[in-house]
């Protein structure tokens, strides 16, 4: 067996940290994507909570645990932020399928973002019993230097 | 580390200083695109939006209600001065890396002339 090269080891370990700091990256971003999922899904339950409410009083929080009693004039009126400082009109129903497509949309972005962390993760347990591998046998060697002495 | 010379060191610091540079660019690139497909989005939505519905744009700290062919006109316009920004930022990124590799290899070839030496 070739001796350990340190230079190997390095090169391994810069892989390493490199992957981690990518997976941590990428993980980051498939957060923000399932709370975007959860956030559009709630908004979805409230308009059609509102819809079946019609002009009925709901409470509106303004912070600090504090609600007011509020109520929605005209419920079927949706404003909805398209990005740009842009807002438009809506009904209802076109806002909760607006959300539905940004809801398809962000679980294809996190499906290919889970497949990528899944590559990253495999190729750091490839690097990990490699750079494993290459400690033993590092070890071994320095017994075995240090008996011959 | 101490055989390099002075001028080798400035180089390589010199380097270091251009890898920043480009850090600077590349953030800066890639904000804008965020920013320009972001404006893409919002003419895609605008265009399958009801010619009747109300559109409403931010003028400074209020929302003003715009005829949507005006604002479609205005998210138009500011993704093309975004590209033009894009386009300038992508030329400097080009230059730099050029002049990056340029000194990279002169740094390289100046430590291995150094080295070759000392291995005879």
Same mark, same amino acid.
């Given at each position: 067996?070739?001796?350990v090269d #340190? =230079?190997?080891?390095?090169?391994?370990?810069?892989?390493?940290?490199?992957?981690?700091?990518? @997976?941590?990256?990428?993980? =980051?971003q498939?957060?923000?994507?399932?709370?975007?999922?959860?956030?559009?899904n709630?908004?979805?339950?409230?308009?059609?909570a509102?819809?079946?409410?019609?002009?009925? #009083?709901?409470?509106?929080p303004i912070g600090?645990?504090?609600n007011?009693r509020?109520?929605i004039v005209?419920?079927d009126?949706v404003?909805v932020?398209?990005?740009?400082?842009?807002?438009?009109q809506?009904?209802?129903?076109g @806002?909760?399928?607006?959300l539905?497509?940004?809801?398809k949309?962000?679980?294809?972005s996190?499906?290919?973002?889970?497949e990528?962390?899944?590559?990253?993760?495999?190729q750091?347990?490839?690097?990990q019993?490699r750079?494993?591998l290459?400690?033993r046998?590092?070890?071994?060697?320095?017994?075995g @230097?240090?008996?011959?002495? | 580390?101490?055989?390099?010379?002075? &001028?080798?060191q400035?180089?390589?610091?010199?380097?270091q200083?251009?890898q920043?540079?480009?850090? +600077?660019?590349?953030?800066q690139k890639?904000q804008y695109?965020?920013t %320009?497909?972001?404006a893409r989005?919002?003419v895609?939505?605008?265009?399958? +939006?009801d010619?009747?519905?109300?559109?409403?744009?931010?003028?400074?700290?209020?929302?003003?209600?715009k005829?949507?062919?005006?604002v479609? %006109?205005k998210v138009t316009? &500011?993704?093309?001065t975004?590209e033009?920004?894009?386009?300038?930022?992508?030329?400097?990124?080009?230059m730099?890396?050029? &002049?990056?590799? &340029?000194l990279?290899?002169?740094v390289?070839s100046?430590?291995?002339?150094r080295?070759?030496?000392e %291995? %005879?």
């Open positions: 067996m070739a001796p #340190p =230079r190997e080891v390095q090169s391994l370990q810069n892989y390493l940290n490199q992957y981690t700091q990518q @997976a941590e990256v990428y993980s =980051r498939l957060g923000i994507m399932e709370e975007g999922i959860r956030e559009a709630a908004s979805i339950e409230t308009l059609n509102l819809a079946d409410a019609g002009e009925a #009083p709901v409470f509106m600090g645990g504090l007011i509020a109520t005209q419920p009126e404003f932020s398209i990005g740009s400082d842009i807002i438009v809506k009904t209802n129903n @806002a909760i399928s607006y539905q497509d940004r809801i949309e962000m679980e294809a996190a499906k290919n973002l889970t990528v962390l899944q590559k990253i993760d495999a750091v347990k490839d690097i019993k750079l494993e290459l400690y046998q590092a070890q071994t060697e320095q017994q @230097a240090g008996s011959l002495q | 580390m101490q055989n390099i010379s002075p &001028k080798v400035n180089q390589i610091n010199m380097l200083q251009m920043q540079q480009m850090q +600077t660019i590349l953030s890639s695109e965020m %320009a497909q972001e989005k919002a895609e939505e605008l265009n399958d +939006t010619d009747s519905a109300a559109v409403y744009m931010s003028v400074g700290t209020v929302v003003m209600q005829p949507k062919a005006e479609i %006109a316009e &500011k993704i093309e975004l033009i920004r894009i386009r300038s930022i992508e030329k400097q990124e080009k730099l890396q050029e &002049k990056f590799e &340029k990279q290899n002169q390289r100046e430590i291995e002339g080295k070759a030496p %291995a %005879a």
